[in-house]
């Protein structure tokens, strides 16, 4: 409960929550705030400014941009979600295995994790959807496996000071078995990092994905993906503006949300970042 | 006569040290060396000696919680070393240990009733009503609301955060506790009730009772026999009283005589030990004592000197005995 | 009697905290005679820390704050005096020394380089004597070996070796006073011998005050002839070292000696409870809820009443006026 006080008096934390409720509202109710199919061209409207009838105009198609946008968030919110859960998972699993264990095992995991960090992060993405085909899943899946290794060197660190404690020693001491120690008290104990960064993890997620979208490799035609929506509107940026607009100012808002939102969750989990 | 519930014979711990370089030649430290005792079903034998003295790698080694470098340690006269996992887990269920930093000793994740609890889930102890039923007759006896069951270690001051381990520590019945400087953090009023407290559940529970400290007065309260540890070595195993009456090492002398009493009046004539405990790694030749011994013979300097019984029940290495 | 050196008076100090502010030390008075060592004890968290950070004026900025009282040093109020005027009184009239001597020393700096340092800073001598002064500031605190030493960085020292370090950077620049919180506690008994005999010697031979800090009323008696027990907070009984310890009048002090083991096989008699948290003290006399003489009046906060020449006690139980 502290937690969430303290949450909501760290202000910048408060308004970032604040645009990631929005966000989640809408993906949750999408078609029944979106005034129009996102899908279905209107070649005569097409490229209009903003109007009482298309609140954010449309596209070079004649699709209303707002329902777009909001169909959009529902994909968005899916990419970070999905990605993070791909990274998330295994590299969790890597990170206490590696840092628990040690020895060869550690050197081994470890280094094949330094060799994927040593690529670019969009390159490799780029590589995976290239080798897997371009589409939404594999950009998910891309995205996912370029993170793994932060993942994994997080929760291996504070593995690494979390099985030095006395109380996991204790554990063992009583005649607790490995598994327990793992699951029972490593793992709970070194979550709170990794929430914070899976948090902001949501936003760069959301990013590469409209980057691979903007490069054409992830989402296609005719899906509503932010990304792939502002490829799109830059042909027209001189034209029609407002295409391209939207949806770069729909990622800006929930990468900004996500981001404040982890932030202030560092400072609140974060017990040696907290006030007396 | 009662039994001996653990004994050793040489027992020695070395720690080796990483050296990197052409000529790879391995040091060690020396935590332990060769040290031989017996300790009785039902007493508080005392450790005493200062840090680095080994004092609690002994007492880590004892438990088998690391291995020994050499050396055999006898639980119940069977071989420690040779039990398998499900004897040694049996053991760890008799064996019980109370450490000195109570809050880091405890996940600060867990409420208390887990935390108490935990024992007996590891051990598969009773049903799920009848371990909690024990979780809070534990905290009665150690001094805690059944009701605080609910409650997080941070919630609890240091005092009472020591009970809670204590109270986890019995959660098995246990026949041996080694409680390794459990009072030490803890301000003076609060050490009086800790101490209280473990004298009466021995009492209860006939414990045995390995009682690590750096404090002689506490050990002086406490314990039934008294083991002084220098560098690794044991130097003298007495009992209580003709220890505190009439210490033989001279180290166990300046010991005594080092620690300040509460008492304005009395100018007693303090030795004040010149100099430093050596390094562990490079240890004096000879006694490790004779560096700073005050009374120092020329053949401590070459020859250790072996722990030898002086009268019944005191055993002191030290030339001037011999 | 002649003027104090040090004379609190009726010092406060305050810790703003997210619950609220928090009062570490309530009403402090507190004597320090030239040449004298005074002991401050009391348990962890009872405000003596607090105290000497509020002296040195290095409370931790922004949520420690002096909220009233005089801290007087040969007549001068160190609450008033320029931040300026304050660095030089703090090692040239007043020096500290602390617990942890490791985490009180630079890593990167030999030892002899932080004396050096302190000495060039303070007494504004050239390299070489500085240099030379450094090496005898060592040979003074009983370092073997002075001139190869100083040449050492803090962690090649042992724990008794880096207090005797912190010794001699304290006394480099000829303090009048010395305050020590806690100096022997992380060290060994031996150890703890070799640096409290160090202490009175150096005070003899430098003719400085002490204010010493401990939780040990063992230290207490070996090397103090003045006492102040604090609780809470809260200063609860003072008096001469011997008063004290032959005569203990406030329950709390009588608590404290029935808790120290010392005789054998005597059943000790701690005090029952813990102590109250600062954020909700009871009304009145703050010992109360542990206290086995406790009255109708301690719900009112109790007078300092003196029951024998120079010997406080802040407790009803004392007051005859009222019985």
């Known amino acids: ?276 | 006569m009662p039994e001996n519930i653990l004994s050793t014979e040489g027992l020695s711990k070395h720690y080796p040290l990483k050296e990197h370089g052409l000529f790879h030649r391995q040091t060690v430290v020396r935590a332990l060396e060769d040290v031989s005792l017996e300790i009785q079903e039902g007493e508080v034998f005392g450790l005493v000696g200062e840090s680095g003295c080994g004092k609690s790698t002994l007492g880590r080694v004892l438990l088998r919680l690391e291995d020994p470098s050499a050396g055999r340690i006898f639980y119940r006269n069977q071989d420690l070393g040779a039990f398998d996992r499900d004897r040694l887990k049996a053991f760890r269920r008799e064996a019980q240990i109370i450490y000195q930093d109570p809050y880091s000793a405890l996940n600060p994740r867990q409420c208390i009733q887990n935390l108490v609890q935990e024992p007996l889930d590891i051990h598969g102890i009773g049903t799920k009503q009848e371990r909690s039923k024990q979780v809070r007759l534990l905290l009665e006896k150690v001094g805690l609301r059944p009701d605080q069951a609910t409650r997080y270690p941070h919630e609890f001051s240091g005092g009472q955060r020591q009970r809670i381990v204590i109270a986890r520590a019995l959660a098995l019945n246990p026949k041996l506790i080694l409680a390794d400087e459990a009072v030490s953090a803890l301000d003076v009023s609060i050490q009086a009730q800790v101490i209280n407290l473990l004298k009466d559940l021995r009492r209860e529970f006939n414990l045995t009772y390995i009682f690590i400290s750096h404090d002689l007065s506490v050990i002086k309260h406490i314990a039934d026999r008294v083991g002084v540890m220098y560098l690794g070595r044991m130097v003298e195993v007495a009992p209580k009283h003709a220890f505190y009456q009439e210490p033989a090492h001279p180290y166990s002398k300046a010991l005594l005589s080092s620690a300040p009493s509460p008492d304005p009046r009395s100018k007693k004539e303090r030795i004040i030990l010149s100099g430093d405990v050596p390094s562990p790694i490079n240890p004096p030749a000879g006694c490790y004592f004779h560096p700073r011994c005050p009374e120092c013979l020329d053949i401590c300097r070459e020859v250790f000197p072996p722990l030898r019984l002086l009268s019944p029940q005191r055993w002191v290495a030290c030339h001037l005995y011999q | 009697m002649n003027t104090p050196l040090l004379n609190i008076q009726g010092l406060v100090t305050q810790f703003s905290t997210r619950r609220g502010p928090v009062t570490a030390v309530d009403g402090l008075d507190l004597q320090l005679h030239s040449g004298q060592t005074l002991g401050l004890v009391g348990e962890s968290g009872c405000g003596k820390s607090v105290a000497a950070l509020s002296i040195m004026r290095l409370l931790p900025k922004p949520a420690g704050r002096v909220a009233k009282g005089r801290i007087l040093f040969e007549g001068r109020d160190l609450l008033e005096v320029s931040e300026a005027d304050m660095r030089r009184v703090r090692g040239n009239e007043i020096s500290m020394i602390f617990q942890e001597p490791m985490t009180s020393l630079n890593p990167v700096y030999t030892v002899g380089f932080q004396i050096y340092e302190a000495l060039q800073k303070h007494r504004k001598l050239s390299r070489r004597q500085a240099g030379q002064e450094a090496v005898n500031m060592l040979q003074l605190v009983g370092i073997p070996e002075p001139a190869a030493r100083i040449n050492d960085y803090p962690h090649q020292m042992s724990g008794g070796m880096r207090q005797r370090v912190m010794i001699a950077m304290a006394l480099s620049c000829r303090p009048k006073v010395m305050i020590a919180d806690e100096p022997t506690t992380a060290l060994d008994v031996t150890i703890q011998a070799q640096i409290l005999d160090l202490i009175s010697r150096l005070k003899q031979e430098i003719g400085m005050s002490v204010l010493l800090i401990t939780h040990d009323l063992g230290v207490v008696a070996e090397t103090c002839q003045q006492v102040l027990v604090m609780y809470a907070g809260r200063a609860v009984e003072k008096a001469s070292a011997v008063d004290l310890f032959e005569k203990p009048a406030h329950p709390y002090t009588l608590g404290l000696f029935a808790s120290i083991p010392k005789v054998e096989d005597e059943i000790l008699h701690p005090i029952s409870g813990v102590v109250p948290s600062l954020y909700d003290l009871p009304e009145g006399c703050a010992f109360q809820d542990r206290c086995a003489y406790r009255q109708a009046q301690c719900l009112k906060r109790p007078p300092w009443i003196e029951i024998s020449p120079e010997h406080w006690v802040c407790c009803w139980r004392y007051d005859t006026h009222h019985a």
Do not use: C
């Open chain 1, 1 to 276: 409960m502290e937690t969430i006080q303290d949450l909501f008096r760290n202000k910048s934390a408060a308004f970032g929550l604040m645009l990631v409720a929005l966000i989640v509202f809408t993906a949750l109710f999408g078609p029944m705030l979106a005034p129009y199919d996102p899908l279905i061209p209107a070649p005569l409207d097409r490229l209009q400014g903003m109007s009482r009838v298309h609140f954010f105009g449309t596209d070079s198609l004649g699709r209303d941009i707002f329902s777009r946008v909001i169909f959009g968030s529902r994909i968005s919110l899916m990419i970070g979600g999905i990605s993070v859960a791909i990274s998330l998972v295994p590299g969790t699993l890597l990170g206490l295995t590696a840092g628990y264990f040690g020895g060869w095992l550690d050197s081994l995991i470890m280094r094949f994790m330094d060799i994927l960090l040593a690529f670019p992060a969009i390159l490799l993405a780029i590589f995976i959807t290239a080798i897997l085909g371009p589409n939404l899943t594999n950009t998910m899946i891309a995205v996912g496996i370029v993170y793994i290794p932060h993942y994994a060197r997080i929760v291996r660190s504070s593995v690494l000071s979390l099985k030095q404690q006395l109380f996991v020693q204790a554990i063992g001491h009583l005649g607790g078995s490995t598994f327990r120690i793992l699951g029972k008290h490593i793992l709970p104990n070194s979550l709170p990092p990794i929430i914070v960064y899976a948090t902001l993890g949501m936003g760069t997620a959301v990013l590469q994905a409209a980057a691979l979208g903007f490069l054409g490799l992830g989402a296609q035609p005719p899906q509503p993906e932010w990304g792939a929506m502002l490829s799109e509107g830059r042909k027209y940026i001189q034209l029609a503006p407002h295409v391209a607009a939207f949806p770069g100012l729909a990622i800006l808002l929930l990468v900004l949300g996500f981001n404040l939102f982890g932030d202030g969750l560092r400072d609140t989990l974060d017990p040696s970042l907290r006030s007396q």
